[in-house]
């Protein structure tokens, strides 16, 4: 248990679908990420928030919507999805966003199937 | 651009015997993450090390700055390490870590 929590742990969702992914740490960090796994390639950087205020969107298409209500909770909302967005969908957080000297704390993810 | 390549990609091993998955990486940085990801799916953070070598129980990581390249070792392997375990660093300056694609290990009894 990282003590970062993520629903729901699976989605099928179609394409014309309107879905949101939820991210929870009570760790008391300040900056949490999102995260795409693909099959077979390397973690891929969509998102960071530090203090509820994104500081990195790494070029990811607009379906994919991020939320940060307060520094627990994040959200990613999903709308017309496209098959090759399907992946493993992880949260991550840590206590500051410096430089990767940061240990993340990972969430179990969310496997997300588009049909 | 930074590139991190992990090898190998695959390893299969007997219950008990020494583990050294290696990690390379091309441009300057200022930490490196090791990372465990079990089937499931979920991630640990195992070491972050900026010099030297690290120990927790029976993983030991070292990583040398001047040639790029950090090895993670486990002693006395058992069939619990099986996982895929990832290599990530930040380039100087940047928030952002690049992962490897990660060395998927398997341990049998």
């Known amino acids: 248990e990282t003590g970062v929590t993520q629903t729901p742990r699976h989605l099928v969702m179609g394409m014309t679908n309107k879905k949101s992914l939820k991210c929870e740490q009570h760790l008391g960090h300040n900056a949490m990420y999102w995260y795409k796994q693909s099959a077979k390639k390397p973690l891929e950087l969509m998102f960071v928030y530090s203090l509820e205020e994104r500081v990195e969107n790494n070029s990811v298409p607009s379906r994919f919507s991020p939320e940060c209500p307060n520094s627990s909770h994040l959200f990613l909302h999903l709308h017309t999805l496209q098959p090759e967005d399907s992946a493993l969908y992880l949260c991550?957080?840590?206590?500051?966003?410096?430089?990767?000297?940061?240990?993340?704390?990972f969430g179990a993810g969310t496997r997300l199937s588009v049909l | 651009k930074n590139e991190v390549e992990q090898s190998p990609q695959n390893l299969t091993a007997q219950e008990g015997e020494f583990i050294t998955i290696n990690c390379s990486y091309s441009v300057g940085i200022s930490a490196l993450h090791w990372l465990q990801q079990h089937p499931g799916g979920g991630i640990v953070s195992l070491f972050m090390?900026?010099?030297g070598k690290k120990k927790h129980g029976r993983l030991i990581a070292t990583i040398n700055i001047q040639e790029k390249h950090s090895s993670l070792h486990i002693t006395a392997s058992h069939p619990r390490d099986s996982a895929v375990y990832i290599c990530?660093?930040?380039?100087?300056?940047?928030?952002?870590?690049?992962f490897g694609t990660g060395t998927r290990l398997t341990i049998i009894p």
């Open positions: 090390l900026s010099s």
């Open positions: 990530a660093v930040p380039p100087f300056g940047n928030e952002k870590l690049t």
């Open positions: 991550a957080s840590s206590p500051r966003t410096s430089g990767g000297r940061n240990i993340q704390y």
